[in-house]
């Protein structure tokens, strides 16, 4: 009777520790901020294309696309196609982007 609790003990505690080995180990918490590395430098790319930047420009009471046109030193067409505008009707506060000055002005 003993061996036999004996084998049933060691079944028990042999059970135990196959289980505890099964389950997940914890991971540390790192103590620092991990830091993102390039891990392939030679897919990145540059270029030597120059990079047109765009100027917002708020609506004041008092302008028309003229008078912006004119401070901008670009046209009317210009301006206007840049904002995808159908007439020339100005809200005051409106955001107008402001397309590259073109160096012969028209209008």
Do not use: H, W
Not at 2 to 29: F, M, N, W, Y
Not at 43 to 57: C, D, F, G, P, S
Not at 75 to 93: A, C, F, P, Q
């Amino acid at each position: 009777m003993d061996g036999k609790k004996l084998t049933i003990s060691l079944c028990l505690v042999l059970s135990l520790l196959i289980s505890c080995e099964s389950q997940p180990k914890a991971r540390p918490i790192p103590s620092t901020t991990p830091v993102l590395t390039t891990l392939r430098p030679e897919l990145t790319t540059t270029t030597t294309e120059k990079v047109i930047q765009r100027m917002a420009y708020t609506v004041q009471p008092g302008d028309t696309l003229s008078k912006i046109a004119k401070a901008f030193n670009v046209s009317v067409s210009d301006l206007m196609r840049e904002n995808g505008k159908e007439d020339t009707i100005l809200g005051i506060g409106e955001t107008l982007f402001i397309p590259p000055a073109s160096s012969d002005i028209s209008e």
